[in-house]
């Protein structure tokens, strides 16, 4: 990845002295804002160098993975360094989508995915470097921790910082470290350490302006930057502002909203090649169960809706006849049965949000002050609002508690009533029924630093975060759709022996449209709101030259940290009930607070003119609820250059990580779960789709954090080299190879997981027909996974108990290069060339020792390459950015292939094939021109995704979006931008 050029002399941090004097003061980062490498804020993207290249000597700066200021690039670890210009020029509007691109981050899994169904933490990104989890990245901004997002994410089950709230506007630029580094930094840094640089030596001001959007329409984008700062003898102060709009990307923009049927088509089971793939039903009715065939429909049969019933609700529904075959081993056997119909959702999506839309103004300003040539008082204070816009579920009634009516005698009809369903449209509701998000995040940092005796360098630093956020939703109260739709019960009757209440449906309601007015009887409003925030304060103490030795001086570090940190979680007051419920039945509730005092030490010890060996330690003591006590790391690095222009080099580190906050406070909460797939049923039936659907009865899901967990640890290593092509001036190459392991790795076994794992342990399958070869069948997890999920004698699902648990092992490891070319030349400019590439070689884990430890590599992307070509000569600059991410086993792979009639058999049938198909590998370009008319104003034009490519449907493609999400493909397509830039003075 590329590098900057490194700035002569030590970057100074923020804030005139006077503006923090009545600051309440906290706790900074490991790395000291005040020695950041900085770009020149007027350098434009084709002034990028790379990692691989010649060490250059420097005035000592600080980077990324060491706290001793070095005359070097390059270290024993490697980092990669991008400005913000880079960022803008190679297609990306926000700072998050630029590092979800990189070779070194693996796309977020499904529920991280801000589209997933249920997922309320609308403006929150994670970043999942080396596919450990974005609880594993350590995220810096100004070298200093930030506060976690305070909901948690992941339908409850991890704790996260967010990257989206980051304007790249005001990002000078980014150092990543993809490697552990908890000896440096502490807990979090399994994976590795991402720190963001914001823009601070400016003078003058510089006002951008930003729109466009996509091409298929969607994603609207408008920008205001502005920046300025002013300087006198003794001080500096620097100030930024930036108001961002980006409206949402609708199901209704994309062909997307074809709803249930975009799914690829070996996933047609025999009745959907007959009769059309039935999409979700929106309306209906369900009798007395007859026989449970096909239950992705719900119980048959149907009660048939009026005539004309479905149409009278615009393009939202139509009425679908819902009909069966009977098989027979891998035949289709004659007769067809008719169980009536009901009204489907012809566009379930259309009015969902694949991606959210924001609105951000954010404000950050920074300065410093110089007492004197010894010490220099420095701040800065951020504050970001964000109002995100996001929908995934409009009301749905059904039998969602046990207290709502059910299994009851239709007096309007006649008949026993087993299911129900009844979908709203945003016609009915006079609204969309969105769900936004309102976001403010502050950050306040002051210090001092300074030199005393000559070589000992100091900085103090406190600082205070906070994070809060207020979700507002449309809410469920359930009991008042019942009494509208229903009315109230009419006393009892006998049918057949058997005791049924008895209702009356309102056939004019529940068969047709209704007004706003009427909506408004029984809508409810509800909000969720949440905090975070962390109290930090800092001490470092360097000294380059420690003292001489035969080789040269050695250099050491210590820094002292305290922290004090903590969440609260506040849903809606009015709980969680049949009379007020949020449309995904989440509830979660919890709060803790948790202290940490840390030491470090880092020396850097030459041992040869050519040969320099670097150390570190850290202990880090915890007072909080869980096992978490005293933990101790250490590190260790070579650097050897034995020709001029290579660098050999190689780390060592032991890693730890405390619990998740989430994971030890969030309370145990109690769900009601109607709306899934059961992969047992689907496993017997041979049902391969296994979509989600609203069942008849309802389940509880069980779920909240432990104090009993233990700390993970584990190690982390990496060697390789730089080179500097000898004969071809401009040429470098870098190769890294990396290793991590971690032990008592956390995992939270959601829900999905349990009923994956319990159907996989009782059967020995995957819903694909493929071995499940997770665990070990009989193994202590199988028994508990087996007992995780209690149903009835009927096989219904009556609960199902989740939430965190130690694995017993996780290693991941691989291959990092780069290879970069800077070409000058007299007449036609200057060429710079980069091409970055990750292979990841493995990723092998087991919950139990007794486990088999499984090689996982293939679920993910193996491998992704990114590249660019920039060229500049005098007002002109362009960029050429293109992205490939690596093929990945698709859906159903090594199932079985499904047969002509749409019957898949099973694995040791003679008619199987086994199925090996891939998803392509997702390549995208994306471009940038820039004409300079002066030296005050300057036009550019990006277009992101040349090509307007969109995911691919797969042949077994099912589940939510249908497209495989894990390699970062969606449904954008190609955005255009123009932005204009005037420096004012």
């Excluded at 630029?173 to 991402?194: F, N, P, Q, R, T």
């Excluded at 009927?794 to 990092?816: F, K, M, R, W």
Aim: hydrophobic share 35%; proline share 6%.
């Amino acid at each position: 990845m590329s590098t900057i050029r490194l700035r002569r002399g030590v970057l100074a941090s923020s804030m005139a002295l006077a503006l923090f004097a009545p600051l309440a003061f906290a706790q900074t980062s490991a790395t000291p804002a005040g020695n950041q490498p900085a770009a020149p804020q007027s350098a434009s993207p084709g002034t990028q160098t790379t990692a691989p290249q010649k060490a250059k000597t420097l005035e000592k700066v600080v980077v990324t993975g060491s706290r001793i200021p070095r005359s070097t690039i390059e270290g024993p670890a490697p980092v990669d360094i991008v400005t913000g210009e880079q960022i803008k020029a190679q297609g990306f509007t926000t700072l998050w989508e630029f590092l979800d691109s990189m070779p070194q981050i693996s796309a977020p899994d499904f529920q991280n995915r801000v589209s997933t169904w249920g997922n309320s933490a609308v403006n929150a990104r994670v970043v999942n470097l080396r596919n450990l989890g974005p609880d594993h990245t350590l995220l810096l901004i100004d070298g200093h921790r930030v506060t976690d997002y305070p909901m948690p994410g992941n339908s409850g089950e991890t704790t996260f910082q967010n990257y989206n709230n980051i304007p790249v506007g005001m990002v000078d630029h980014v150092e990543i470290l993809g490697s552990g580094a908890s000896s440096i930094y502490g807990s979090d840094a399994v994976a590795g350490v991402i720190n963001v640089i914001l823009k601070k030596n400016y003078v003058g001001d510089d006002i951008k302006l930003t729109a466009g959007g996509a091409t298929q329409g969607g994603r609207r984008y408008g920008d205001f930057l502005y920046t300025g700062g002013r300087s006198g003898e003794k001080w500096h102060l620097m100030y930024t502002y930036e108001h961002t709009n980006r409206s949402p990307l609708w199901g209704s923009d994309r062909p997307y909203t074809d709803s249930d049927a975009d799914a690829g088509y070996g996933a047609y089971n025999p009745i959907d090649r007959m009769f059309g793939y039935p999409r979700s039903a929106g309306i209906f009715l369900n009798g007395p169960t007859l026989n449970q065939v096909n239950p992705g429909a719900g119980s048959v049969p149907f009660v048939s809706p009026p005539a004309g019933s479905c149409g009278k609700f615009g393009n939202n529904f139509s009425q679908y006849n819902y009909r069966t075959v009977n098989t027979s081993g891998d035949q289709v056997l004659p007769g067809v049965t008719n169980w009536g119909s009901y009204c489907q959702q012809n566009a379930i999506y259309k009015d969902w949000v694949l991606s959210p839309g924001y609105r951000a103004d954010n404000v950050y300003v920074s300065g410093e002050y110089d007492f004197n040539e010894s010490v220099q008082a420095y701040g800065s204070v951020g504050l970001y609002t964000n109002t995100g816009t996001t929908n995934t579920q409009l009301p749905f009634f059904g039998p969602s508690f046990a207290s709502m009516p059910n299994n009851f005698y239709d007096q309007t009809t006649g008949q026993i009533i087993t299911n129900y369903g009844r979908q709203l449209t945003p016609a009915e509701m006079g609204s969309y029924g969105n769900t936004h998000d309102y976001e403010t995040n502050w950050d306040i940092h002051a210090g001092l630093k300074g030199t005393v005796f000559d070589n000992w360098d100091w900085d103090l630093n406190l600082g205070s975060s906070k994070y809060i956020v207020h979700e507002d939703y449309t809410a469920l109260n359930s009991l008042a759709m019942a009494n509208f739709f229903f009315g109230p019960q009419l006393g009892t009757t006998t049918v057949g022996g058997n005791s049924y209440p008895v209702y009356a449906i309102n056939a004019q309601r529940f068969w047709n449209p209704i007004t706003p007015a009427q909506y408004s009887t029984f809508a409810e409003g509800g909000e969720n709101s949440a905090v975070s925030w962390m109290n930090q304060a800092t001490l470092n103490l360097t000294n380059g030259e420690l003292f001489n030795t035969w080789a040269g001086a050695v250099g050491a570090s210590w820094v002292f940290e305290a922290n004090h940190e903590g969440f609260s979680l506040a849903p809606d007051p009015r709980g969680f009930s049949d009379t007020f419920a949020d449309p995904f039945y989440n509830y979660y509730t919890g709060g803790g607070t948790r202290t940490r005092f840390s030491t470090a030490t880092e020396f850097r010890v030459p041992l040869a003119d050519s040969l320099i060996w670097t150390i570190s330690g850290r202990i880090d003591k915890y007072d909080d609820h869980s096992s978490a006590d005293v933990a101790k790391t250490w590190g260790t690095g070579i650097e050897w250059r034995p020709l001029d222009g290579l660098l050999i080099r190689g780390t060592y580190g032991t890693n730890f990580h405390a619990p998740d906050m989430q994971a030890i406070y969030l309370d145990n909460s109690t769900q009601t779960v109607g709306d899934y797939n059961d992969p047992l049923e689907c496993i017997k039936t041979g049902d391969r789709t296994c979509a989600n659907y609203q069942h008849a009865s309802y389940f509880n899901q069980y779920q909240g954090g432990s104090p009993n967990l233990l700390p993970e640890t584990g190690h982390s290593w990496t060697y390789g080299f730089v080179w500097d092509i000898p004969g071809v001036d401009g040429l470098a190459w870098s190769v890294d190879y990396w290793h991590m392991g971690i032990s008592n790795a956390i995992s939270w076994i959601g829900l999905q997981q349990a009923l994956n794992d319990e159907a996989g342990c009782l059967t020995g399958l995957q819903v694909s027909g493929a071995p499940y070869i997770e665990h070990a069948l009989g193994s202590e997890y199988c028994k508990e996974a087996i007992a995780n999920v209690v149903r009835d004698a009927n096989g219904n699902i009556l609960s199902v108990h989740t939430g965190p648990i130690n694995e017993a092992s996780l290693y991941v490891s691989g291959i990092d290069s780069s290879l970069t070319y800077k070409l000058p030349t007299e007449h036609w400019g200057n060429f710079n060339f980069d091409l970055n590439y990750t292979n990841n070689l493995s990723y092998k884990e087991r919950t139990l020792a007794s486990d088999p430890l499984i090689n996982t590599r293939y679920e993910y992307p193996a491998s992704k390459i990114t590249g660019n070509a920039h060229w500049h000569l005098g007002a002109w600059d362009f960029t050429l950015h293109g992205e490939r991410t690596g093929e990945i086993r698709a859906a159903n792979y090594a199932g079985c292939e499904v047969l002509p009639n749409g019957i898949q058999p099973g694995i040791g049938d003679p008619a199987c094939v086994t199925y090996y198909g891939h998803v392509p590998p997702w390549i995208i370009w994306s471009t940038s021109g820039s004409y300079a008319f002066n030296d005050k104003v300057k036009l550019g034009v990006n277009v992101a995704n040349i090509f307007n490519k969109v995911g691919p449907i797969t042949d077994y493609a099912g589940g939510f979006e249908f497209i495989p999400t894990q390699q970062g493909d969606d449904y954008t397509g190609r955005e255009i931008f123009v932005t204009l830039d005037w420096k004012i003075d």
